[in-house]
C-alpha cells in the first residue's frame, strides 16, 4: 500500500534543525497520477531561512522528467522521465559535490545508475515529502517506502534498498517512513514524527514486501509476520 495526495494540504513535513550535512541518502517508492506540466516534489531538504537554500528531487516543468537539484549550483541532473501510472524507485546518495542516483520501474528488473555532480552541501532545517518550500510544486501521486541516511550510501547498496520499504541497512539511519497508510510516524523510532497528512489516502503501492524474506502483512497497527 502506499500514500496517495490530491493536493499539498495532505503533504508531509518535519523540521529537523541538522545544520549543513555533507553526506545524505534519500529512497522512495513513488508513482504520478496525472501530467500537469508542473514541479511535482517527492521530497525537498531544505532552510527556508537562508532564502533559495534547497536539495530536492521533483519533476521539471514537463510534469514526467525527474531531476535532482540543489541551490548550490542550480544545475539540474536529470535522473528518468515517469510514465504516468507507474511505480518508480529512486534512491539519492550525496557525498560533498558528487553523488549517484539509482533507479528503476516496478515492471523492469533493470536498475539504471546516473552519477550527480557540481552539486554541494545544504542546511538541513527543513524536511519535506510531496512539496516544496515553493508552493505549488506538491506531488500529484503517491508515495511509499521513504527512506533517510546520515550518510552516502554506495550505489550496490541503494539497489538493495529497492528490495522493500524498511531499511536493509539500519546503520546511519536518521529516519524511515513506510507510509502504507496515511500516517506522520518515524518507524525509526529516531524520533523524525512529521506533521500533515491530513486528507492523504490509503491507495494500492507497488509489489515490495515491507520486509524481504519472511512474509508479512502491513495492517494499521503495524506488521505482522505470516506463518
Not at 14 to 26: A, C, M
Not at 159 to 167: H, M, R, T
Not at 168 to 174: F, K, S, T
Request: charged share 20%.
Amino acid at each position: 500500500m502506499a500514500v496517495r495526495f490530491t493536493n499539498e494540504t495532505q503533504t508531509y513535513e518535519r523540521e529537523v534543525n541538522l545544520g549543513v550535512q555533507s553526506e545524505y541518502t534519500l529512497t522512495c517508492w513513488v508513482k504520478l497520477y496525472s501530467d500537469r506540466d508542473y514541479w511535482n516534489t517527492l521530497w525537498c531538504l531544505a532552510n527556508p531561512d537562508l532564502g533559495d537554500h534547497f536539495s530536492l528531487l521533483q519533476t521539471d516543468t514537463t510534469g514526467t522528467q525527474v531531476v535532482f537539484i540543489t541551490s548550490t549550483q542550480y544545475m539540474e541532473i536529470p535522473i528518468v522521465d515517469m510514465q504516468i501510472g507507474t511505480w518508480y524507485y529512486i534512491g539519492i546518495s550525496m557525498s560533498g559535490e558528487t553523488g549517484v542516483a539509482v533507479w528503476r520501474a516496478e515492471n523492469d528488473e533493470n536498475f539504471y545508475i546516473v552519477p550527480i555532480t557540481n552539486q554541494g552541501p545544504i542546511d538541513h532545517k527543513l524536511f519535506q515529502i510531496g512539496k516544496s518550500i515553493y508552493g505549488g510544486e506538491w506531488l500529484d501521486g503517491a508515495i511509499t517506502g521513504v527512506k533517510w541516511w546520515s550518510a552516502a550510501l554506495t550505489d550496490t547498496e541503494l539497489i538493495a534498498e529497492a528490495s522493500q520499504l524498511a531499511p536493509v541497512r539500519n546503520e546511519d539511519i536518521r529516519a524511515y517512513y513506510l507510509l502504507t497508510v496515511p500516517s506522520t510516524a518515524d518507524d525509526s523510532g529516531n524520533g523524525f514524527d512529521l506533521t500533515g497528512g491530513t486528507g492523504a489516502t490509503e491507495v494500492p503501492g507497488p509489489d515490495v514486501p515491507v520486509f524481504f524474506g519472511p512474509k508479512y502483512r502491513v495492517r494499521g497497527w503495524g506488521v505482522i509476520p505470516i506463518a
